[in-house]
C-alpha cells in the first residue's frame, strides 16, 4: 500500500502575542497529526504539512477555538491602516489617562470611586480578553508566561478596588489607576514589537514574479508559432526564445546560439555563451541571439520553481530566537504567584495579622511584582535601535534580528555583486606582435557593433581609448566580431573557438587575433567593492570567521578570496547546494549570509540572520531580514556595533525590572508598601526603563 502524499499548508493567524502562543499552537497541530510545523508569533504566520486525507477546516476551527482568527494564507485577514494591538492600546490609553491625571489635580469628579470604575471598567475588560487567552494558553502550555502576572496583577487590583468601592472602605483601597496601567503600559510595549516586526516580508510574491507569464510554441506544422501562457507549456513541446526574453522553462537548446544571464541561478557575473545541446534554465534571460529549445519541464517543476519551494522550507525550518523576558518568566512566574499565596497565608493564619491586611499584603506583591517594566525592557530597546538602524541606513525587519547578529559567529558572503560590485572591468590585457594601443583600439572599435554585455563593459572599459575604423564588422555567434582595416588586416575578437589548435593557454576570457594569428589575450574581472577588505579584517577583530559562498568559477572565486583574505571559500555553488551548506553551519555556529541574488534566495531566509544590499534583487531584498541601504558593506560592521548595544540595553532594562522586584516584593510582603505606594514605585521603574532605552538613541557606539 502506498505512503499517503503530504499537503503543504500555509496560515494566517491573528491573535498570538508571545512564544508561548506560538507553542500552544504547536502543541495542538502536533496533536492533530501536523508534520514539519512553524509558528511564528509576530508574523501570524503558521505553516505545516499535513497528509491529504485531513480536511484542513476542522484544523482552522481548533485554531479559533484556541482564541485566535484563522484564514488560508492570502485570504483575507489583511490589516487595515491600524491593527487590532494598535486599536486596543487607543482604547486603553483614553480610559486610563484621566485615571492618572486625578494623582496630580484635585477635580473631585475624578476622585470619585463611580467614576473611576467606569473609566477603569472598559480597560479591564480589554486586558482580559486580549492578556487572558494568553495567560490560559500558557497554564495549559505548562509554561507559564508574563502575561499570567499581568492578568493576575489587574485582577487583583481590580478586585480589591471593586471590594473598597463596594464597602466604601476610603481611598486607601482604591487603585484603579494601577489596574488600567497594568493593561495600558503593556500594550504599549506589544504596539511597539507589533511595529517592529510588521517590516517583515515574504519573498513568495517577488518569485513568482520572476516567472514569465508566456511563451512561444511552435505548432505542429514545423512552422507557425503560437503564444501560450507558461503554465500550458508541457515536456517536449518546442519554444522559440527571442533576444531579451525571458527563457521560459527548464530545457535543452535545439537550435540557434545565443548569451544567456544566468546570475540568478549560477552567480556567475558574464553571460554564457549557449549553443545548440546546451541546457537553458527558465526565468534566466537571453540577452543576446535567438534560439528554439525543447522543454524538459513544466513551469512548476522547473529550477525556479525548485527555489521558491527550497526559500518556503527555508522560513519555515527557521528556528526563532524566543524572547529573554518569556524564557525567565517559566521561573519567575510560579515564583511571585507563591510568595504572594504565602504572603496571604502566613500574615492571617500565622501573625494574625487580620483577613482584610493580609489581602492587602498579597494584592501589593502581585502589584508590585507585575511586569510592566520587564514587558517594555525589550521591544522599547528593540525600536530605538530600529530607529537608529534606519538613520544609519540599514533596515531592519524584526527585532529579534538585532539579537541573532550580535550572537553571530560567522559571516558567509556571496561574491557577484556582494564583495564585488558587479561590474566588469579589463583586469589583464597582454600584447604580443602589436602595441596596447592597438589592441585597445580594435577591442573597441569592435565592440561598439555588439549589444552583448561584455561589449558593453569593455565600451565603458575602453572609453579613453580612439577606436579603429574599421569596415565589414560582423558579428558570428558563438565565435565573436571581425573586421577591417584600411590596409586590409583582419581581426577578429571572441571566445576560445577562435584559437583552438593556435594556443594551449585557453584560461582567458576574449582572444584576440590579427590576419589569423593570436595577439593579444583579454581577462575580466568583477571589480571588488573598495570597502569590502576593511570589513572582513574587521569580523575577524570581532572572532566572526569570513566565509565565501558562490556560484561562479574556481579561479575568480580564489582571486577574490586571496585578495580579500578570506581562508574559506566553496564556488560553483547552486542554489540547493548553497541552502544545503547554510543549514549545517547555522546548525553548529549562528551564521549569517550576505547575498544579493535570486540564487541566494534560500540561504538567506535560512541562515541566523539573513542580509542583502539595497541594489540586491528583490527577490534577496525580501528573503532578508536585514537590508542595507547604502548598498555598503561598511554597514555591517555599525549593524554589529549597534546590535551589541541594543542588546546590552535589553539586559540592562531586564536587570533594572528583577532588581527592583527583588527588593520591593519582600518589602510588600511583610507590609511595609501598600499597593497605592507598590504601583507608584512600579510607574518609576518603568520610566527607569524606557529612559534607558532612549538612551541607546543617542549614546557612542563606534569603536
Known amino acids: 500500500m502506498s505512503a499517503l502524499a503530504t499537503e503543504h ?56 477555538r484556541l482564541g485566535y482568527e484563522v484564514d488560508k494564507s492570502g485570504d483575507g485577514l489583511a490589516e487595515g491602516k491600524y491593527s487590532l494591538i494598535e486599536k486596543l492600546f487607543a ?38 480578553w486580549h492578556f487572558g487567552r494568553s495567560a490560559i494558553s500558557s497554564l495549559k502550555s505548562g509554561v507559564p508566561n508574563m502575561d499570567v502576572l499581568i492578568v493576575v496583577g489587574a485582577v487583583a487590583a481590580f478586585g480589591y478596588s471593586l471590594y473598597g468601592t463596594l464597602t466604601q472602605a476610603g481611598p486607601d483601597f482604591l487603585f484603579y489607576e494601577t489596574a488600567a496601567s497594568i ?51 508541457e515536456p517536449g513541446d518546442v519554444l522559440q526564445v527571442n533576444d531579451g526574453d525571458k527563457i521560459p522553462v527548464d530545457g535543452r537548446i535545439v537550435s540557434g546560439d545565443g548569451a544567456v544571464d544566468s546570475a540568478m541561478i549560477t552567480g556567475e557575473s558574464t553571460p554564457e555563451d549557449k549553443h545548440p545541446g546546451d541546457a537553458v534554465v527558465g526565468g534566466t534571460v537571453l ?23 527550497m526559500v518556503k522550507r527555508a522560513q519555515a525550518d527557521k528556528p526563532q530566537i524566543q524572547q529573554l523576558a518569556d524564557r ?58 530600529l530607529g537608529r538602524a534606519s538613520k544609519m541606513g540599514i533596515l531592519v525587519k524584526g527585532g529579534r534580528t538585532l539579537e541573532a547578529f550580535a550572537n553571530v559567529r560567522q559571516v558567509v558572503f556571496d561574491k557577484t555583486g556582494t564583495l564585488t560590485t558587479g561590474r566588469l572591468s579589463i583586469r589583464d590585457l597582454r600584447v604580443t606582435g602589436i602595441a596596447r594601443q592597438e589592441a585597445e583600439s580594435v577591442v573597441l572599435a569592435l565592440e561598439q557593433h555588439s549589444s552583448h554585455p561584455i561589449a558593453k563593459a569593455l565600451q565603458l572599459a575602453l572609453a579613453g581609448a580612439d577606436p579603429l575604423t574599421l569596415t565589414g564588422v560582423r558579428e558570428t555567434k558563438g565565435l565573436g566580431l571581425s573586421g577591417a582595416d584600411d ?35 583579454l581577462d575580466l574581472e ?75 534566495a534560500p540561504a538567506l531566509a535560512r541562515a541566523s540572520v539573513g542580509i542583502s544590499l539595497g541594489d540586491a534583487t528583490q527577490v534577496a531584498i525580501q528573503s532578508a531580514e536585514v537590508v542595507l541601504l547604502s548598498g555598503r558593506l561598511t554597514s555591517l560592521r555599525d549593524l554589529r556595533q549597534l546590535s551589541e548595544h541594543t542588546v546590552l540595553t535589553i539586559k540592562q532594562n531586564l536587570f533594572w525590572a528583577f532588581f527592583y522586584n527583588s ?23 518603568d520610566v527607569v526603563v524606557i529612559g534607558n532605552s532612549l538612551r541607546l538613541k543617542v549614546k557612542k557606539i563606534k569603536e
Open 9 to 64: 499548508i500555509e496560515l494566517n493567524v491573528k491573535g498570538m502575542t508571545c512564544t508561548n502562543c506560538a507553542l500552544g499552537i504547536q502543541k495542538y497541530l502536533e496533536k492533530e497529526g501536523a508534520e514539519s510545523i512553524f509558528v511564528d508569533f509576530s508574523s501570524g504566520e503558521v505553516i505545516f504539512d499535513m497528509k491529504e486525507q485531513r480536511r484542513i477546516d476542522p484544523i482552522m476551527k481548533g485554531i479559533r
Open 91 to 128: 482604547l486603553s490609553a483614553v480610559f486610563t489617562l484621566p485615571l492618572l491625571l486625578h494623582m496630580v489635580v484635585s477635580w473631585h469628579w475624578l476622585h470619585n470611586p463611580w467614576v473611576q470604575l467606569a473609566l477603569a471598567t472598559p480597560v479591564f475588560l480589554v486586558g482580559m
Open 526 to 600: 568583477d571589480e571588488i567593492r573598495p570597502e569590502a577588505a576593511e570589513v572582513i579584517d574587521y569580523l575577524k577583530t570581532k572572532g566572526i570567521k569570513p566565509i565565501l559562498l558562490t556560484g561562479d568559477r574556481q579561479a575568480k572565486a580564489e582571486r577574490v578570496a586571496a585578495q580579500l583574505g578570506i581562508a574559506e571559500l566553496h564556488y560553483e555553488q547552486l542554489p540547493d547546494e548553497k541552502l544545503a551548506f547554510i543549514e549545517t553551519q547555522s546548525a553548529l555556529l549562528p551564521t549569517a549570509m550576505v547575498g544579493d541574488g535570486i540564487n541566494d
Open 287 to 309: 540577452v543576446a541571439g535567438q534560439i528554439r529549445m525543447e522543454a524538459t519541464s513544466g513551469a512548476k517543476g522547473g529550477t525556479l520553481s525548485r527555489i521558491i519551494e
Open 328 to 385: 525567565i518568566s517559566a521561573i519567575f512566574v510560579p515564583v511571585v504567584l507563591t510568595i504572594s499565596l504565602l504572603t496571604f497565608l502566613l500574615s492571617w493564619l500565622v501573625f494574625e495579622i487580620g483577613l482584610s491586611d493580609s489581602i492587602i499584603h498579597s494584592v501589593a506583591v502581585l502589584v508590585i511584582a507585575c511586569p510592566c517594566a520587564m514587558g517594555l525592557a525589550t521591544p522599547t530597546a528593540v525600536v530605538v535601535g
Open 663 to 685: 527588593l520591593a516584593i519582600p518589602l510588600a510582603a511583610f507590609g511595609f508598601l501598600r499597593p497605592i505606594i507598590g504601583a507608584a514605585t512600579m510607574a518609576m521603574s
Open 183 to 233: 493593561i495600558t503600559l503593556v500594550l504599549l510595549g506589544n504596539v511597539m514589537e507589533h511595529r517592529a516586526v510588521k517590516r517583515t516580508t515574504t519573498a513568495m510574491r517577488e518569485l513568482s514574479a520572476l516567472q514569465p507569464q508566456l511563451a512561444i510554441r511552435l505548432m505542429p506544422d514545423g512552422k507557425s508559432v503560437e503564444t501560450v501562457p507558461v503554465s500550458q507549456v
Open 487 to 521: 590596409d586590409g588586416n583582419l581581426y577578429q575578437l571572441g571566445s576560445f573557438r577562435l584559437v583552438t589548435g593556435q594556443t594551449e593557454d585557453l584560461n582567458h576570457d576574449l582572444f584576440l587575433l590579427k590576419n589569423n594569428e593570436l595577439v593579444a589575450t
